[in-house]
Nanobody, 121 residues
Framework: QVQLIESGGGLVQAGGSLRLSCTAS????????MGWFRQAPGKERERVAT????????DYPDSLRGRFTISRDSAKNAVYLQMNSLKPEDTAVYYC??????????????WGQGTQVTVSS
């Protein structure tokens, strides 16, 4: 059973940057596609970024493309989310998720516990 642990959240001023990390225990992430999601108060959870097994392919919603970058490090069994030019509307709890190739992002196999990101204006 793989467990995901996020870190790196915090309070940052608008225009600043944060790098979130997601580390895994119990199992290698090499067999999982990885993703980052977020959920703001009163809103539905939304997908922020996903990355392929190899790490060669990443996908973002158009609204975040260019500001957020997902990456993975197989040696460290970790996934990262670099967030630049942060805006107050980026404030949310950010979750790491893992999905096997047979699973969809609407129902990933594993969720992390989340890390709070707060962007002040």
């Amino acid at each position: 059973q793989v467990q995901l642990i996020e870190s790196g959240g915090g309070l940052v001023q608008a225009g600043g940057s944060l790098r979130l990390s997601c580390t895994a225990s119990g199992r290698t992430l090499s067999n999982f596609r990885m993703g980052w999601f977020r959920q703001a108060p009163g809103k539905e959870r939304e997908r922020v970024a996903t990355i392929s097994l190899s790490g060669r392919f990443a996908d973002y919603p158009d609204s975040l493309r260019g500001r957020f970058t997902i990456s993975r490090d197989s040696a460290k069994n970790a996934v990262y989310l670099q967030m630049n030019s942060l805006k107050p509307e980026d404030t949310a709890v950010y979750y790491c998720a893992a999905a096997q190739v047979t699973s969809s992002w609407s129902n990933p196999d594993v969720w992390g516990q989340g890390t709070q990101v707060t962007v002040s204006s």
